[in-house]
Nanobody, 115 residues
C-alpha cells in the first residue's frame, strides 16, 4: 500500500505564490509517475502537472509558464511551485502516484486564490 500526504495549501492573493508538497510512503516501486490534480466545486478532477521518475514533465495548458513540478526520487516526494496564481486556480489539489495503471491519491489540500 502507498500513502500520500500533501501539505502547503492555503489562502493567497491573486498574483501570489504557493508551494505544495507531497510525501509518499509505503511500498513504492519505480519507475512511476507522480503528479498533481485539481478539483474545483462542481467540476471533475483534472491533471495539473505530472512528472516521471526520469524527470519528464507535462502540464495543463492553463498553468504552463506559471507552475513548476519537481520530485526527489530518493525521498519519494513531489512538489508543485505555483506562481502568478489566479482566482481560477482555486481548487482542492490532490497528489497522485501512478505505476502501471494503479493510482494512489492523497487526501487533498485546499488552495484558495482571492481576487
Amino acid at each position: 500500500q502507498v500513502h500520500l500526504v500533501e501539505s502547503g495549501g492555503g489562502l493567497v492573493q491573486s498574483g501570489g505564490s504557493l508551494r505544495l508538497s507531497c510525501a509518499a510512503s509505503g511500498f513504492i516501486f519505480s519507475p512511476n509517475d507522480m503528479g498533481w490534480y485539481w478539483q474545483a466545486p462542481g467540476k471533475q478532477r483534472e491533471l495539473v502537472a505530472i512528472i516521471s521518475t526520469g524527470g519528464f514533465t507535462n502540464y495543463a495548458d492553463s498553468v504552463k509558464g506559471r507552475f513548476i513540478i519537481s520530485r526527489d526520487n530518493a525521498k519519494n516526494t513531489v512538489d508543485l511551485q505555483m506562481n502568478s496564481l489566479k482566482p481560477e486556480d482555486t481548487a482542492i489539489y490532490y497528489c497522485n502516484l501512478n505505476r502501471r495503471g494503479v493510482s494512489y491519491w492523497g487526501q487533498g489540500t485546499q488552495v484558495t486564490v482571492s481576487s
